[in-house]
């Protein structure tokens, strides 16, 4: 009779943290890794727009064209990691 | 996460390119800085709804005047909505007095005292190197982008590594031989491995604790030297996990590292400062949620940012939970 074997959540994760610590990276794969890794151009489409990081800078450069500012504003940086 | 597609929407680039000057900034710094800057900004934000009672959030998108004046405030996400609130934000600066408009009209003096506590600024001779974090997934002997559910979770993260001059130094032997082994400072070492080597592609990270770098290893070796460049090879490994039995962690990375460095050895100059880690990462923190489940591929670039340009310069992200981002190794 063929019997189902229906791995626990607890086994499941043994069995994941069972295996080896990371193996090292192959130095022929160290370019296309990077890329792979790096922001592509279609994730930076909002950073075609000349974001200054300096509210104090923003005004000055806005005094002196004539513009009005727009500030985006996050508890995190938008720039940054949020 | 949502914003950036935000303003990845042509017509709004074309609209803030054309009438706007552009501002990003942090308000978790902005609404607590004690200097000129701290109080232009809660002037301006104190004319709309984000009044920041008991130091709450000011987070949004705000119009404003050189002089102060706010034309509008919205904190919204669907790009239709703010292309309509630029629209009428241009409309609200276009009804104002022309000689209020016109170039020249107000005179912003100099910055004279930047508060440190709220302004980080990057300690002098220092470089910064731009650091991208991704999920990946295994596709046949290779890696791919990954995939998860988090709207944006698989997009490459940023954040910044600051590197001090006398670490810089240390990097770079006055007489190098080839083959020789350098040094790495134990601060540097720490510094990335707890401040770097963490997933905040879904939102602010936690970092590692000390106690939670359960093996540090990284080894520098000049690789090869002429007149006008020192080629140097970086390897390591890092475990990095919240339990010292690793069964037990709810949060971890497990990862190798590889890098090429080199240096201009006349002009005492780093010029690359590229490095990858790979390794499985689980786990998740308090405001990044919706982990994928398991040890999951997951990768780090390292490169050498541009210090002229602004998003470059905005600090590493663990330098505004007030922790001493200097002497990780402590």
């Known amino acids: 009779m063929l019997k189902l074997v229906v791995p626990t959540w607890a086994g499941l994760m043994l069995a994941v943290f069972a295996l080896h610590a990371a193996e090292p990276i192959k130095p022929a794969q160290f370019e296309k890794l990077h890329a792979l890794i790096k922001p592509q151009a279609h994730e930076e489409k909002y950073m075609q727009i000349p974001w200054l990081t300096s509210l104090w800078e923003a005004r000055q450069q806005a005094a002196k064209e004539g513009k009005p500012i727009l500030l985006w504003e996050m508890d995190g940086h938008p720039l940054g990691c949020v | ?330």
Request: with cysteine; glycine share 8%; proline share 6%.
């Open chain 2, 1 to 330: 996460m949502g914003r950036e597609l935000t303003f990845a929407d042509p017509r709004i680039i074309r609209l803030v390119k054309e009438n706007f000057v552009a501002v990003a900034a942090d308000d978790w710094f902005q609404r607590r800085r004690k200097d000129a800057e701290g109080d232009f900004f809660r002037k301006v934000a104190n004319q709309g709804p984000r009044k920041g009672q008991g130091g709450s959030t000011r987070q949004g998108i705000y119009t404003l005047t050189a002089d102060g004046k706010l034309l509008q405030y919205r904190n919204h996400q669907d790009a239709d909505i703010m292309h309509g609130f630029l629209k009428t934000s241009l409309a609200a600066w276009n009804r104002l007095p022309a000689v209020t408009r016109a170039k020249g009209s107000v005179e912003v003096a100099p910055l004279k005292a930047i508060d440190p506590r709220f302004a980080p600024t990057l300690p002098k001779g220092a470089v910064i190197v731009n650091v991208h974090a991704r999920i990946l997934d295994r596709q046949d002997d290779f890696y791919c982008h990954g995939t998860c559910r988090f709207p944006g979770g698989q997009r490459a993260s940023h954040d910044h590594l600051w590197i001090r001059a006398e670490e810089l130094r240390a990097l770079m032997p006055a007489n190098p031989r080839q083959g020789q082994e350098i040094a790495i400072p134990a601060k540097l070492i720490y510094r990335i491995a707890r401040y770097h080597l963490v997933d905040n592609t879904r939102g602010e990270p936690p970092m590692w604790t000390r106690r939670d770098v359960r093996k540090a290893d990284m080894k520098l070796m000049i690789e090869s030297i002429d007149k006008r460049e020192v080629r140097l090879k970086l390897m390591g490994s890092f475990l990095l996990a919240t339990d010292a039995d690793v069964k037990l962690a709810k949060r971890g990375y497990d990862v190798a590292l590889l890098g090429d460095l080199r240096y201009d050895p006349e002009r005492k100059k780093l010029t690359r400062f590229d490095i990858v880690a790979l390794g499985g990462h689980w786990g998740q923190g308090t405001y990044t949620g919706g982990a994928r489940l398991g040890r999951m591929p997951f990768g780090v670039a390292f490169e050498l940012a541009d210090p002229n340009r602004p998003a470059d310069r905005v600090p590493p992200q663990f330098i505004r939970e007030g922790g001493d981002y200097y002497n990780a190794e402590r």
